[in-house]
């Protein structure tokens, strides 16, 4: 019984980081932020504005229509400190026959399995139905780091010898599914101001697996191992505010922000007992009622500035609009455009997560009651960052070349550093085109992330065994076994490629 409870327990404390892996946003969605390092808030060139600014569409001519995905390949790999623990007890286990716990062998590095690619599609459009109002309406996702991350349960070390993963009692699968339907109305009350906002209704579908320990005097054992699923999903609200003031011709102003209301999700979590038994009639399998999670989604404020070179004889960014079906297009009416922008996330939002169970677990022949209330605390920090491109527009109306740079700060904390976390501090580099042929504007953008390793040296995640997370105090050579407090205590390296496609109508 007592192992069940910490089993449960354990799973619902390591959650206390998977939304941040869907939540935190890099630079950028959409075509023209991929190619210009996510410096898009003053600037509106195409639906995607209503991911950026959304007061950007105000200034878009006629009818258009955006269909754009991202392709990322994300590389993300851990290296726990230390070694394996001597005469852990293997006993009915596929491991039995092994020598991985003789007290020498390190733990090896070990990097995500496929697969490699996660595909983030978008589809938005936009309607000046007046020459001061416009509308909007589409569906997108964050960008982050994937949708799906895998690392193995197992590993095999030099020499053949088969050993349990040394980062298996933290989150070693995740699969996330996040959306906002966007419905947005932008207006420029005066040529050079434009405000907009846009309700979304939003989705998420969370699933992430980890291993917890039966036993607190043989915490690193994988024969009292009992692997964790668990699965939510819901409903709730978020928003987007945006701000454009266009000063001169010269100059662009912009201001977005991205809110969102606290989460309530709901669903069940499954327990796998004997795990690592060698045949899977071993195994004893038992679920749970997931009746209330609680999650404070981060927000983001961005803002930037932007400097623009008129053509000379065409329409400006400050010029009045008579024509709702007409107006200025960056691609056609720009020489080249340079742009900067701050960037803001509040990830300390996230300083509580709170879920409620119900159901009973079956250990086998004998049910115990799954844990009533489990409230989790995190330590993430906030981000901060800065983000330059600009376009040139080679041809004009017909062909555009961009690039851009941008920064962003970590915000994974050392002491609760985990591996579904990507939230590295970053460095990327961006390029792209934009070729257009008649009524059809095609994009492609492409970036890399690197992302700088980062080394938990005061790692306190604790593997869980009956009674929930061990503590400091239980973590000795006579009792649970050392490192068995610090299974976070490591070396993260990551690095991320994107490749961005677009296509966008304008009628």
């Known amino acids: 019984m007592r192992p069940s409870v910490g089993v449960s327990v354990g799973v619902l404390l390591a959650w206390s980081g998977v939304v941040s892996a869907g939540g935190l946003d890099l ?15 003053a600037r509106a060139s195409d639906p995607s504005a209503l991911m950026h600014n959304v007061a950007g569409i105000a200034g878009l001519s006629g009818f258009q229509l955006t269909l754009s995905s991202n392709y990322q390949i994300f590389s993300n790999c851990y290296t726990r400190a230390g070694v394996y623990e001597s005469n852990v007890n293997t006993t ?8 991985y716990n003789n007290g020498t062998t390190a733990y090896p590095e070990q990097c995500k399995s496929g697969p490699y690619g996660t595909v983030a599609p978008q589809l938005l459009a936009t309607w000046r139905l007046h020459p001061r109002w416009a509308l909007g309406l589409g569906v997108y996702g964050p960008n982050a780091t994937g949708s799906r991350q895998t690392f193995d349960d197992r590993v095999t070390l030099g020499g053949g010898a088969l050993a349990p993963s040394p980062l298996r009692n933290m989150i070693y699968e995740k699969t996330i599914l996040l959306f906002h339907v966007t419905m947005a109305i932008a207006w420029s009350p005066v040529p050079w101001l434009r405000v907009g906002a846009a309700l979304q209704p939003s989705f998420a579908s969370f699933g992430t697996t ?15 191992d009992t692997r964790t699923r668990i699965e939510t999903s819901g409903w709730f609200l978020a928003g987007n505010l945006g701000v454009q003031v266009l000063p001169s011709r010269y100059l662009a102003l912009g201001l977005g922000v991205h809110l969102t209301t606290t989460a309530v999700l709901t669903g069940s979590a499954s327990a796998t007992a004997n795990y690592y038994a060698p045949m899977a009639s071993r195994q004893v399998h038992s679920t749970y009622s997931v009746d209330r999670m609680t999650v404070p989604f981060p927000f983001q404020a961005r803002l930037g500035a ?39 996330e509040g990830l300390s939002r996230m300083a509580a997560i709170g879920l409620e169970n119900s159901g009973r677990i079956d250990i086998g022949g004998t049910t115990i009651p799954a844990p009533a209330r489990v409230n989790i605390t995190s ?69 890399h992330f690197f992302m700088a390793d980062f080394t ?31 299974t976070n205590r490591g070396t993260y390296r990551a690095s991320l490629d994107i490749l961005h496609l677009g296509f966008n109508a304008r009628f």
Not at 92 to 99: I, P
Not at 210 to 216: C, E, L, V
């Open 27 to 41: 630079p950028d969605n959409g075509s023209l932020g991929m190619g210009r390092g996510g410096a898009v808030v």
């Open 92 to 99: 009915g286990t596929v491991f039995e026959d092994s020598t």
């Open 210 to 224: 980890t291993m917890a320990n039966g036993s607190p005097t043989s915490a690193q054992s994988p024969a009292t």
């Open 306 to 344: 932007r400097f623009v070179l008129p053509r000379r004889g065409r329409p400006t960014l400050d010029q009045p609009v008579t024509n709702a079906r007409e107006g200025y297009d960056p691609m056609t009416d720009d020489v080249f455009d340079v742009e900067l922008d701050g960037w803001y």
């Open 379 to 447: 330590n993430f920090n906030d981000v901060y960052g800065v983000r330059l491109g600009g376009d040139y527009n080679v041809l004009p109306g017909r062909l555009a070349l961009r690039a851009g740079v941008s920064y962003e700060t970590a915000g994974m904390s050392n002491e609760f550093a985990q591996i579904h976390v990507g939230a590295y501090q970053t460095t990327s580099v961006h390029g792209g085109a934009s070729l257009r042929m008649g009524f059809l504007t095609m994009s492609v953008g492409y970036a």
């Open 456 to 486: 938990a040296d005061r790692g306190q995640r604790s593997i869980v065994s009956a009674g929930g997370p061990l503590e400091p105090r239980m973590c000795t050579a006579t009792s649970s076994g050392p490192d068995a407090c610090t």
